[in-house]
């Protein structure tokens, strides 16, 4: 069973408490440490039970549905929590659907890709540093990676479909008692082209379009490992993004001397998946980013095992992380020029004149 912490990011974090203390507080650090080992043997046992019912192939996206059970739990989206547990049931079927839909060419994808990530943000998002919208979006990305068909495709979508209505009952149980007077039509109604919120939509909308573009007109193998570093990179803050981008660079390299290290040459092949296990583990305790990355990697590495040499795997993984940060650069640089801004300040001309000559 290949296990991506790709996936994992601020999800599992979520339910987890907060990172190893500074001070010396060991009643504490045993609760977070009980709980995180709480947290990795759930996505562990929920995985397993996930492949053995619905195949092998269908791992990653039970590893998602564990996520949101978990993020979900703590998460609030900020609407009523029955419309809540819909949105959140409707953004997993959104995701079996379309992407299915847009693994039959790369132009449809574009379209279907575009539009069902930027709903799927604005629905999820009210408070986008909150991350609610991670583990779907972590669904969708190792979906739309690994499309398939026929019966895979109906068992994929059994699944997706029993996993995201499970994680709306959490979600709804949960969440049943909190007063919102806010609903979907809210939602939308206070969308504003140029409000921070809506930038950072459009530009990781934009930003993982373009990396499964990528990745669909060049059949490359894990195209993933490019939409999880645009989706991990870019922040609400272009600032954060920056800071970000330099720490993926470092603990991706390290990262790949440390699995060359530990992997091969020092563990024996047999004690790897409890090698595996081990840094999953560690992983739930870590806040820093750039040694998140390490681990990140580690996992990475591990699973290209499969179908790559090391030394051919790690090649990969710099290379699209490089693509990765190439994108979130570009678009960064899209809106250091306000090039929304321009654009609707442009529609806005459009609408006052077509206003003023119809009177």
Not at 79 to 87: S, T
Not at 170 to 176: D, E, Q, S
Request: glycine content about 8%; charged content about 15%.
């Amino acid at each position: 069973m290949e296990f991506s912490f790709d996936g994992i990011g601020s999800a599992a974090q979520s339910m987890s408490p907060a990172a190893i203390p500074t001070g010396h507080n060991n009643k504490g650090f045993f609760k977070r440490a009980l709980m995180n080992l709480f947290i990795i043997a759930f996505m562990f046992g929920f995985v397993e039970l996930y492949t053995f019912c619905l195949g092998s192939g269908n791992g990653l996206i039970g590893l998602t549905i564990s996520l949101a059970i978990i993020s979900f739990w703590r998460t609030d989206i900020g609407i009523k929590p029955l419309q809540g547990a819909f949105v959140i049931w409707g953004s997993f079927l959104l995701t079996g659907g379309a992407t299915f839909l847009a693994s039959f060419h790369p132009a449809i994808g574009v379209f279907v890709n575009f539009a069902s990530i930027y709903i799927i943000l604005t629905l999820t998002s009210h408070q986008p540093m909150a991350k609610a919208y991670y583990p779907i979006l972590s669904c969708y990305l190792f979906a739309q990676s690994s499309p398939v068909y026929g019966i895979d495709y109906g068992l994929r979508m059994i699944g997706i479909a029993g996993g995201g209505l499970i994680v709306a009952i959490i979600y709804y149980m949960r969440h049943r008692k909190v007063k919102r007077r806010r609903n979907i039509t809210d939602i939308f109604r206070e969308t504003h082209f140029c409000s921070i919120r809506t930038k950072f939509f459009i530009r990781l909308t934009t930003g993982l379009t373009i990396a499964m573009l990528i990745g669909d007109f060049y059949h490359v193998l894990k195209p993933a490992w490019i939409s999880f570093t645009v989706l991990s990179l870019v922040h609400p803050f272009v600032n954060e993004s920056r800071k970000k981008i330099v720490y993926r660079i470092i603990g991706t390299i390290i990262g790949g001397i440390l699995y060359f290290v530990l992997f091969e040459w020092v563990v024996p092949d047999p004690w790897h998946p409890v090698l595996l296990i081990l840094t999953g583990y560690i992983y739930l305790f870590l806040r820093t980013y750039w040694i998140q990355q390490i681990f990140i990697t580690l996992n990475s590495l591990s699973g290209a095992m499969v179908f790559l040499q090391a030394d051919v795997a790690f090649e990969m993984r710099i290379l699209f992380v490089l693509i990765g940060i190439a994108i979130v650069v570009f678009i960064s640089l899209c809106a250091k020029f306000r090039l929304m801004d321009r654009i609707y300040g442009q529609i806005q001309k459009m609408k006052a004149r077509h206003k003023k000559s119809s009177t």
